[in-house]
Nanobody
Framework: QVQLVESGGGLVQPGGSLTLSCAAT????????MSWYRQAPGKERELVAD???????YYADSVKGRFTISRDNAKNTVNLQMNSLKPEDTAVYYC?????????WGQGTQVTVSS
């Protein structure tokens, strides 16, 4: 079965950095678009970044230039390097893959940016 397991969240001061990781099993990882979403309290879940099987990337305007998504097809992992973090980046971050039209999600990892 499909499993996505996120790790790497935590509390960080404004301007700091964190790297999130997502370990994927149960599908052919190397051929799928992998995405990171986030959901802040009281807000809808939003797409942060995604990466295609060939390595092409997309970033939301709010994170462009600060976040970097990458994947390791040998390890079935997708990472999100987050730099210059802002309080408004505080959210639960979710790994996502779409298979035959169905969205699969990890359990999420909390990122809190606060002094």
């Amino acid at each position: 079965q499909v499993q996505l397991v996120e790790s790497g969240g935590g509390l960080v001061q404004p301007g700091g950095s964190l790297t999130l990781s997502c370990a994927a099993t149960g599908f052919t990882f190397s051929s799928k678009v992998m995405s990171w979403y986030r959901q802040a309290p009281g807000k809808e879940r939003e797409l942060v970044a995604d990466i295609t099987s060939s390595g092409s990337t997309y970033y939301a305007d709010s994170v462009k230039g600060r976040f970097t998504i990458s994947r390791d097809n040998a390890k079935n992992t997708v990472n999100l390097q987050m730099n210059s973090l802002k309080p408004e980046d505080t959210a639960v971050y979710y790994c996502n893959v779409v298979l035959i039209g169905r969205h699969y999600w990890g359990q999420g990892t909390q990122v809190t940016v606060s002094s």
